[in-house]
């Protein structure tokens, strides 16, 4: 009984696979004589990227030129499955499942963790701060620190909550900085995405954020798609 089981999961292992490598394969739905090519290109020092995206993807009002060189991009695509967002339909927060992403720059994460916890906790940039991570929602972690002595006020102080996760070897791979409810009209959270190549930011709703997993997978898959070279 046991083999047979163990026959089974092998004869299933390849479809499995399959399956997984076709929905990375077409999570950007290419093809159909839609595609735009652009060079993202951040400074003179850092080797360029090249992206092939459908143009649904894109603001219909800002279509980039064929080829041409951009130090960063924002498409509009659907959260429930990375679909370009329809066109016609205003991009908002409050309607529907639209997410945002912008094409940016890598960053250290652990520092940007850094930067946007100190804010909302209230340091200034030159204090010293004890890190330490303690457990969040949804299985992400919070980087926490002892509140300051003397808080500054204003800006992020206390409108946010920040989330990380973290590799199997410590490293952040994700920074979640979302509004808290009652604090603004729509409670968004913005997401960063580390690629090693460049930074994902995703914005979406404070809803979505059960769903940060997938989303971050299947952001690195998107951007993977769109990958040229």
């Known amino acids: 009984m046991a083999v047979r089981m163990a026959n089974a999961v092998l004869w299933a292992l390849p479809l499995l696979l399959a399956a997984s490598a076709a929905r990375a394969e077409n999570i950007c739905h290419r093809g159909g ?114 509140p300051p002595s003397d808080p500054l006020t204003g800006g992020l102080f206390g409108r946010d909550d920040v989330y990380i996760a973290r590799d199997t070897q410590g490293a952040v791979t994700d920074v979640i900085r979302c509004k808290r409810p009652g604090d603004t009209p729509f409670q968004t959270c913005n997401h960063l995405v580390e690629t090693g190549v460049a930074d994902l930011k995703l914005l979406y709703a404070l809803d979505y954020l059960p769903d940060w997993h997938r989303l971050s997978r299947e952001a690195r898959a998107f951007y993977s798609c769109i990958r040229d070279n």
Do not use: C
Request: charged share 25%.
């Open 33 to 146: 004589g839609n595609d735009v090519s652009i060079i993202l290109q951040y400074s003179e020092d850092i080797r360029p990227i090249r992206l092939k995206i459908d143009r649904r993807y894109f603001d219909q009002r800002f279509i980039p030129q064929y080829d041409s060189v951009v130090r960063a991009k924002v498409l509009d695509l659907q959260a429930t499955d990375f679909a370009p967002w329809p066109e016609g339909l205003r991009a908002h927060m409050s309607e529907g499942p639209y997410l945002s992403l912008l094409i940016a720059t890598a960053n250290d994460l652990e520092l940007v963790a850094q930067r946007f916890t100190s804010m909302t906790l209230g340091y200034r940039l030159t204090d010293t701060v004890q890190w330490r991570d303690t457990d969040g929602p949804f299985g992400l972690k919070r980087l926490g620190a002892p």
